[in-house]
């Protein structure tokens, strides 16, 4: 087990920092895995949100938003 393991309660994150904590996650990922996938490479390039990021900034491939959204709903109507 790592040290992050069980999860724990976090403060609760709006949809928008969720997002952006899902795909640095990706990009994290992409990383450790010698950028070799050309997937997760075009996945990241339609979730980007410009280099300096503000909360007025949605992702190049704006339909992956409401992708992002309808996943929310999704893991938040079976947690409860």
């Known amino acids: 087990m790592s040290e992050f393991w069980p999860p724990k309660q976090l403060s609760s994150l709006t ?11 990706l990009e994290a990922y992409w990383k450790l895995c010698g950028r070799s996938s050309d997937d997760i490479a075009g996945l990241l390039s339609s979730l980007s949100r410009g280099r300096e990021p503000h909360p ?8 992956l938003w409401d992708d992002w959204r309808l996943a929310v709903a999704d893991a938040l109507s079976q947690a409860s």
Request: hydrophobic letters at 40%; glycine letters at 10%.
């Open 15 to 25: 949809e928008l920092q969720g997002f952006d904590a899902m795909v640095n996650f």
């Open 56 to 63: 007025g900034t949605p992702p190049i491939d704006e339909a």
